[in-house]
């Protein structure tokens, strides 16, 4: 039978199964973010220990973008072939093994080595992470429950600012890597229980196992409802869209996607990757001391949490776009006042208020937005190359902010975040699609369009079937 797998998914009520699939998903996507935002901690310390230079640090994070952009078009070949679950297990164990070897480290070669290899795993992590969860949650939840995955990725910032304050002045950086590496290795084990997405198995082809991940997810689903018929499956008709290639992801419908896609991400990762997590070393630069540097960096990034909840929170209820736009616009403002606060009690804060609009944007961007632009035959490739793209500028960008820091201070790298910040308003309020509440197959180009969705989710309520 045609196992009909995204409408089965969407009707699907919230249920343990979902939670379980968020939080096992969600535990590796904050190591995820831990290990990446070890950075931020780890480079203050090497620095002033003089284990490591300010252009080897610069070093140190261009590689791990270089990893990160390679890990991210690996992934997204490898998940749209060989399915979701076998990457986002190869990934894991891919930076928990690194991580490791990064503790061991006895110079700072070999802990640029270690790094790139990280950075494997982590790109990976970031595109199937979240490609993955879009496949199981019903669009009316998709935003919050995307978004809340966020928060798990934006808590390694400031778990790893407070682990980093209390154990570097005793124990080292190193042990930074141990805590990173052996959490990683314990998700690992713990994910091995995760199941495939029904949706992609369907779009290979592999009709049968779908079907029986299907079944086991529904019959998991009703006995926690305590036996509860499911409601039937909603089915909107589409009009036979054109099976998905490569090579339409760059023609098309699908060009402008792959535009702000792209755009956005290389916006964002230039925020996190060329002023968070700069922070402490900024400060150390300009003559605090380690711990005060960590104190500081640790306050603003209270922000990254608290956005992404936000963004959580009002991605369905505002719209994935207004939210973007306006995320953006607030950056732009506390980023033009931050550089000019002199007041040792008042940075802080106004760092705070920069840093949460820019983790709005990141869960809005990498969580939400960026995932259910494509289809699911290509949505790892897509996802994976936008990603590519966005960890590949931010290779050159340590480079830049050591050259405008050095020239013109932390004006000179605010003002280039300002720009970055303005260009993304500009292509995502005019190519960007609105795909709050929509089914992901309705989204695909040549099947119901998103702006007349409302209207097919009404026509397909009048001809739904039931799942069996």
């Known amino acids: 039978m045609y196992v009909n797998a995204g409408p089965r998914l969407d009707r699907l009520p919230m249920s343990p199964f979902h939670r379980r699939i968020m939080w096992l998903i969600g535990i590796g996507m904050f190591f995820d973010g831990f290990d ?30 270089l990893g990160m952009m390679l890990g991210s078009l690996g992934t997204g070949f490898l998940g749209d072939r060989f399915g979701r679950r076998f990457t986002y297990q190869a990934n894991l164990a891919i930076f928990g093994l690194a991580s490791l070897g990064a503790a061991l480290a006895p110079n700072m070669s070999v802990l640029v080595a270690c790094r790139f290899a990280m950075g ?17 949650v019903p669009p009316a939840r998709r935003g919050k429950l995307q978004g809340l995955m966020a928060v798990f990725v934006v808590s390694g910032l400031p778990v790893a600012g407070l682990i980093g304050l209390s154990v570097i002045p005793f ?42 991940i299907m079944t086991r997810i529904e019959t998991e689903v009703m ?21 998905m290639s490569f090579g339409s992801l760059f023609s098309g419908a699908m060009l402008p996607r792959m535009i702000v896609g792209c755009v956005t991400l290389v916006v964002i990762n230039t925020l996190l ?35 992404s909840g936000i963004g959580a929170l009002t991605a369905d209820a505002w719209g994935r776009k207004p939210t973007i736009i306006g995320a953006s616009f607030a950056a732009i403002v506390f980023g033009a006042i931050y550089p000019f606060v002199s007041s040792a ?64 201070g932390i004006v000179g ?13 500009v292509v995502v309020a005019w190519l960007g699609v609105e795909p709050t509440g929509e089914r992901l197959e309705d989204l695909q180009p040549g099947a119901a369009r998103t702006d007349d969705a409302h209207d097919a989710r009404d026509a397909g309520r009048a001809h739904a079937s039931p799942s069996k």
């Not at 494997?120 to 490609?131: D, I």
């Not at 006995?223 to 009009?239: F, N, Y």
């Open 36 to 65: 990446i935002y070890v950075a931020s901690t780890v480079l203050g310390a090497t620095l002033h220990s003089g284990f490591s230079t300010l252009a080897q640090n610069a070093l140190f994070v261009s590689v791990t973008f």
């Open 120 to 136: 494997l795993g982590l790109g990976a992590e970031n595109v199937v992470g979240y490609s993955t969860l879009t496949e199981f």
């Open 171 to 212: 124990l080292g950086w190193r042990a930074m890597f141990v805590v990173g590496g052996i959490g990683a290795l314990g998700v690992w084990y713990a994910r091995k229980s995760l199941p495939e997405s029904p949706r992609w198995l369907e779009s290979v082809g592999r009709d049968d196992e779908a079907e029986s």
């Open 223 to 243: 006995q926690s409802r305590g036996g509860e018929p499911l409601p039937p499956p909603v089915v909107v008709k589409a009009s036979n869209p054109a099976p």
């Open 273 to 307: 990757y060329g002023f968070v997590t700069w922070l402490p070393t900024f400060f150390v630069h300009q003559g605090m001391s380690i711990a005060r540097s960590f104190g500081f960096a640790l306050v603003m990034s209270l922000g990254a949490p608290i956005g």
């Open 345 to 408: 009690t008042l940075l802080p804060v106004i760092g705070l208020l920069l840093t949460i609009p820019i983790y709005v944007l990141v869960a809005l961007l990498f969580a939400v937005y960026v995932p259910e632009l494509f289809p699911t035959p290509v949505r790892l490739r897509a996802s994976g190359i936008c990603n590519t793209l966005g960890r590949g500028a931010t290779i050159v960008t340590p480079f830049i902010v050591v050259a405008l820091f050095a020239q013109h």
């Open 413 to 425: 790298v605010l003002a280039m975040m300002i720009g970055l910040l303005a260009v993304q308003i």
